[in-house]
């Protein structure tokens, strides 16, 4: 007589530990006075069998008993809702997801998994086999995989070791009276996740064996209990309102996957998810679904693959690697594989932390309004001379407690260096996360307060009217080389598709990411405008941006798909995008025509190299007149002036002050010069001219049109030795800005910054000046000597613009027109200037050539006529002057 059984398997140790009582309820067991016909065979399940398995490492060997699986979505099996109309009253469950699978012989098995009660249920229903009759018996041959899939158990059983011979049951289906077999497997709760693998075992009376039935693919049936298949988008980690989690990481190549999941005690996995390619991976993108992660906190992953050198692949699969799309990082974990390898990093199991954004106004500035300072986090306050608590030097809190100090500069936009993770023996420029800001800017080397701190200043920026722009780097990561300590994210995952290969089909030696890969371009994107919405980013300045333009196989692009999707779209085409050329792995500038789409600003490495010549006694006025007005070699094509991102000194190469202290052979490519003696001198004259060097280099840089970008310590002349390495530069000195020169030198940049906002109408130009509003003039107001090397002298005219003058009611606020000078010669030059506009006078604004502080006023000093009404003025040597017009009246 058939009848429901109950099969109990009593509590035993498992790694150690115990675990709770396992109930197997089935609907077709038949039951006889001491003896049960279930059997238990010992078959071998190889890897070609199965898919998908779980292991369990736990360090206490307890079962977690509180953890609650269950799918959210469809995955590459069809899966659906199920009806309940295969179950009883008593058998229906919750949450019921159903698997579809197709067997090798034709017919269909459908598998509902769901929750009842406290336990997981699996309804097993098969239809339609080919060969089966009423007689014939159908029995399902199973197991669970809890470490390896060629490994299968029971539950409640010992764990085998891989490659021998597995424990799996026999147990018969029930035949309905339509035909179909069913049977139904009940487990607890504390026993999930894991995978249920069978196949089914056909057994007729005129057979003498009985014959193995498997799916379509020839491989066993294979479904998740306790997780489910997830859903493919979006990438990385996404919690739902009921809790549960989606993991989802690309690969495009990689042979399985693995989901690593670790508690808080150990630095090894403690729970290891073996996804199943069939069930938990679409197209490209594997994923999988948690109803709860407690008790984890990180998770990472393993990549597993052949190692096709030829091909690119890297696959390791003893690395457990970093989710590129991970926006929280974990603490950093020691790795004991590799002596010199990096502290392994992790995603951390946490939402993003709640941030109160209220009252935040982005400023909104237009381009050509910008005053940039460029600095690095670190650097800016890590000298305990900036007298800040110990928790704040180094960090985003340091910049907020220096704010009077981009005030006092006529700072209204800071530009960080790299913030993105990297690690401290490459530097800032070679990152190797890019969702998530560096510890070492937090105040507790914890991501999380990191990343509130980060918010909070840029909060307090905005509220000061100062927006915020990143340098990014998305050229090339921090993975070097192919030994495997230097693998910690994109190298592991799929190293041929996040790399470029050079045409050796071998990696390069800089780790060039493959930026114009689609899945590579979704991922940049998706950072960029992750930063704008969860951290209110005003811009980005893209270090070596023409590596943006190459594509697959590293050949340029006229069309680069990356560069011209961040121009449309719609949310980063709003912000400030500028691209910088340099390369900080070559340290050097590649000279690209770089397609903007009337959007891209670019960083104008051409004024910095032609206003260093110019200064130095070598360069063209021809060069000097256009980067003066806005670089129109550059930027006349469809774009304006304000597109140009100006510099003088950049944290790479030469400091301010080292550009008029050095120039031996191993400085020769910056251009610089020392002015008469090489390094440190106190020498007077020597002193005096390299003063005056540097107020003409600031001079040049604020009133060019354009934007300028003062880079972090020139304001207080800080050296770096005649260093050009960036690893020498050093932290801020705030004591230095108490001397004569940091003085002198800061207030001339705050009247030079005030003054381009106070003259708007010439000094802040979105288009280019007309010809009719600029005369240029040479020395004794002859014609200039355009391409005449030894020609030094240069003077210009800016028209102020009439019908502008004029609407202003109040007379004595018309502005003139603006005269400016500049003699990059030894000897002094008479300079004649023109006659100003009628009831005008021209006053002297800045003179470099004279002592402080009377070579820079608001006010001015007169000018007067001399002989016969001509206006002449003496200009020393290497000085620069700016005079304007400005009424008689008041």
């Given amino acids: 007589m058939a009848t429901p059984l109950s099969l109990t398997i009593e509590p035993h140790c498992l790694y150690g530990g115990s675990i709770k009582m396992a109930k197997l309820a089935t609907a077709t067991s038949y039951y006889a006075p001491n003896k049960c016909i279930h059997r238990v065979r010992r078959i071998d399940m190889g890897r070609s069998q199965s898919h998908g398995c779980l292991r369990d490492i736990t360090k206490n060997a307890q079962w977690y008993h509180n953890l609650k699986i269950f799918a959210s979505s469809p995955s590459s099996v069809d899966q659906t809702r199920p009806s309940l109309g295969t179950f009883t009253k008593t058998e229906e469950v919750e949450k019921p997801l159903t698997y579809l699978f197709r067997t090798e012989i034709g017919g269909q098995v459908k598998i509902t998994v769901g929750r009842k009660n406290t336990n997981y249920t699996v309804c097993i229903e098969v239809s339609s086999l080919p060969q089966c009759n009423t007689e014939d018996k159908l029995f399902l041959n199973w197991g669970i995989f809890r470490s390896d899939s060629s490994c299968l158990t029971l539950p409640g059983s010992q764990v085998s070791a891989p490659e021998t011979h597995s424990s799996t049951m026999e147990t018969p289906l029930m035949q309905k009276s339509s035909g179909r077999h069913f049977l139904q497997l009940e487990f607890e709760s504390n026993q999930a996740p894991f995978y249920l693998s069978f196949m089914l075992l056909f057994s007729s009376n005129t057979?003498?064996?009985?014959?193995?039935?498997?799916?379509?693919?020839?491989?066993?049936?294979?479904?998740?209990?306790?997780?489910?298949?997830?859903?493919?988008?979006?990438?990385?980690?996404?919690?739902?309102?009921?809790?549960?989690?989606?993991?989802?990481?690309?690969?495009?190549?990689?042979?399985?996957?693995?989901?690593?999941?670790?508690?808080?005690?150990?630095?090894?996995?403690?729970?290891?998810?073996?996804?199943?390619?069939?069930?938990?991976?679409?197209?490209?993108?594997?994923?999988?679904?948690?109803?709860?992660?407690?008790?984890?906190?990180?998770?990472?992953?393993?990549?597993?693959?052949?190692?096709?050198?030829?091909?690119?692949?890297?696959?390791?699969?003893?690395?457990?690697?970093?989710?590129?799309?991970?926006?929280?990082?974990?603490?950093?974990?020691?790795?004991?594989?590799?002596?010199?390898?990096?502290?392994?990093?992790?995603?951390?199991l946490c939402k993003i932390p709640t941030f109160d954004w209220s009252g935040d106004i982005r400023p909104c500035l237009e381009i050509e309004e910008l005053v940039v300072y460029r600095l690095n986090v670190r650097r800016f306050t890590e000298d305990k001379s900036c007298q800040l608590p110990a928790d704040v030097l180094g960090t985003f809190s340091g910049l907020i407690e220096k704010l009077h100090h981009f005030k006092s500069l006529g700072v209204n936009a800071v530009l960080l260096e790299p913030v993105f993770s990297f690690g401290e023996q490459n530097g800032p420029y070679f990152p190797y996360h890019f969702f998530s800001a560096s510890d070492l800017y937090g105040p507790s080397y914890d991501n999380v307060s990191t990343i509130n701190s980060m918010k909070e200043m840029i909060k307090r920026l905005h509220a000061n009217g100062i927006e915020v722009l990143l340098e990014v780097v998305f050229t090339h990561a921090a993975e070097g080389g192919d030994s495997s300590f230097q693998t910690i994210s994109f190298r592991g995952i799929d190293n041929s598709s996040y790399y470029i290969l050079n045409g050796d089909t071998q990696l390069g030696t800089r780790n060039a990411l493959n930026c114009n890969n689609p899945i590579v371009q979704r991922m940049i994107l998706d950072i960029l405008q992750y930063w704008v919405t969860e951290f209110h980013i005003d811009g980005f300045c893209f270090m070596n941006a023409s590596s943006l333009l190459r594509g697959l196989n590293g050949e340029y692009l006229s069309r680069p798909p990356l560069v011209e999707a961040i121009a449309f779209d719609p949310l980063l085409s709003k912000t400030k995008i500028i691209a910088d050329c340099w390369d900080p792995c070559e340290m050097v500038t590649r000279d690209i025509r770089f397609p903007h789409w009337k959007r891209w600003a670019e960083v104008n490495n051409r004024f910095c190299h032609d206003i260093r010549k110019f200064l130095r006694g070598e360069g063209l006025l021809s060069d000097l007149a256009t980067r003066l007005c806005g670089s129109g070699d550059i930027f006349l094509d469809g774009r304006g002036p304000a597109f140009s991102f100006n510099f003088i000194a950049r944290n790479f190469g030469l400091p301010l002050v080292d550009l008029v202290s050095f120039s031996g052979n191993e400085v020769s490519s910056e251009l610089s010069w020392n002015c008469g003696e090489e390094g440190a001198t106190n020498n007077t004259v020597v002193l005096e001219r390299r003063l005056k060097q540097i107020r003409n280099f600031l001079f040049i840089l604020y009133i060019s049109f354009g934007v300028p970008i003062l880079n972090m310590g020139d304001e207080c002349g800080q050296s770096s030795s005649g260093s050009t390495s960036y690893g020498d530069r050093k932290p801020f000195d705030w004591t230095a800005l108490r001397t004569g020169f940091a003085i002198q030198t800061t207030e001339f940049i705050a009247f030079l910054s005030s003054l381009r906002t106070r003259r708007s109408d010439l000094l802040q130009k979105r288009n280019f000046l007309k010809v009719e509003n600029i005369e240029w003039y040479g020395s004794n107001q002859s014609q200039p000597r355009w391409e005449d090397p030894s020609s030094k002298f240069l003077a210009l005219r800016l028209k102020s613009d009439i019908d502008n003058s004029q609407s202003d009611s109040d007379s004595s606020q018309i502005r003139g027109d603006l005269f400016i000078a500049f003699n990059a010669g030894g000897h002094s030059e008479g300079v004649i200037l023109p006659s100003p506009s009628e009831g005008m006078v021209w006053l002297r604004l800045v003179d470099t050539a004279l002592p402080f502080p009377g070579f820079f006023s608001n006010d001015g000093d007169p000018v007067l006529e001399q002989m016969q009404g001509l206006i002449a003025y003496e200009m020393k040597a290497h000085s620069c002057a700016l005079f304007e017009a400005r009424s008689l009246v008041g």
Avoid at 284 to 302: F, K, L, Q
Avoid at 309 to 322: C, I, S, Y
Wanted: charge should be neutral; glycine fraction near 6%; aromatic fraction near 8%.
């Fill in 207 to 348: 057979a003498t064996n009985n014959s193995e039935i498997r799916s379509h693919r020839k491989t066993n049936f294979c479904v998740p209990v306790g997780i489910s298949s997830g859903h493919p988008a979006p990438l990385g980690i996404s919690f739902s309102d009921d809790g549960s989690v989606n993991f989802s990481l690309f690969s495009r190549n990689a042979e399985s996957v693995v989901l690593c999941l670790y508690d808080e005690k150990s630095d090894q996995p403690s729970l290891e998810i073996d996804l199943d390619p069939y069930i938990n991976r679409t197209g490209n993108i594997w994923h999988v679904s948690m109803e709860s992660v407690a008790p984890y906190v990180s998770y990472g992953y393993r990549c597993k693959g052949d190692i096709h050198l030829k091909k690119g692949d890297r696959f390791d699969a003893r690395n457990v690697l970093l989710d590129p799309y991970a926006k929280i990082l974990s603490s950093s974990l020691p790795n004991h594989s590799e002596t010199h390898s990096p502290p392994k990093r992790l995603g951390h």
